[in-house]
């Protein structure tokens, strides 16, 4: 296992157009977690799963965006009607055990035009 | 006021130098993370603690519960130690993000 993968790592859209992110953690962690960085700022906290179950969601994710890890495997978070308040880098992390020492993806920076 | 400050935001020094990057917290914890964010957006996770010391090569990070505070100190600092140093702590089921100390170590 080579860590945790985000694709796409680079998204460009149109103000209003719907996008998706995809996470595959680390195959033996059962804990997901996404977060969203803006230019230079600290990431914030969007949600995480134990398992399939989406244990907390930060207020931070409206009802634009819905976050999804069906199998308790890979995860996806979709972002509907996008405005461009929400281009930012999206990270993915997993761990083995609650916010135990986490293990980071890439990211998929999402620019909205 | 942010619940994580870290201090400096910036930090410039020489190669060889003795580093130490500052996390003060507002929030009641259970752990706190301190992570490396090289160009490019990569995060690494160098240590995670919820009392004392830990220590990794030339890294050392501590932390005081009563004080509310952590450091992260890097000795011998070398121009790859060039990042961006994230604390992060864990409150609740929920995860708190300081905005980040540059560093940048000239040779």
């Known amino acids: 296992d080579t860590g945790v993968s985000q694709n796409p790592r680079h998204k460009i859209t149109k103000r209003g157009q719907n996008v998706t992110f995809r996470c595959d953690p680390i195959?033996?962690?059962?804990?997901l977690y996404w977060y969203r960085q803006t230019l230079g700022q600290g990431p914030e906290f969007l949600t995480y799963?134990?398992?399939?179950?989406?244990?907390?969601k930060s207020r931070l994710l409206s009802d634009r965006f819905s976050a999804e890890r069906p199998k308790g495997s890979f995860s996806t978070l979709e972002i509907q009607r996008t405005e461009q308040g929400d281009s930012a880098m999206y990270l993915c992390?997993?761990?083995?055990?609650?916010?135990?020492?986490?293990?980071f993806g890439e990211g998929s920076r999402l620019t909205v035009l | 006021k942010n619940e994580v400050e870290q201090s400096p935001q910036n930090l410039t020094a020489q190669e060889g130098e003795f580093i130490t990057i500052n996390c003060s917290y507002s929030?009641?914890?259970?752990?706190l993370h301190w992570l490396q964010q090289h160009p490019g957006g990569g995060i690494v996770s160098l240590f995670m603690?919820?009392?004392g010391k830990k220590k990794h090569g030339r890294l050392i990070a501590t932390i005081n519960i009563q004080e509310k505070h952590s450091s992260l100190h890097i000795t011998a600092s070398h121009p790859r130690d060039s990042a961006v140093y994230i604390c992060?702590?864990?409150?609740?089921?929920?995860?708190?993000f300081g905005a980040g100390t540059r560093l940048t170590v000239k040779p």
């Open positions: 992390a997993s761990s083995s055990i609650g916010f135990g020492e986490l293990f």
């Open positions: 195959s033996e962690h059962n804990r």
């Open positions: 799963f134990q398992n399939e179950a989406q244990l907390e």
């Open positions: 929030v009641g914890i259970s752990a």
């Open positions: 603690l919820s009392s």
């Open positions: 992060a702590v864990v409150n609740n089921n929920d995860m708190r």
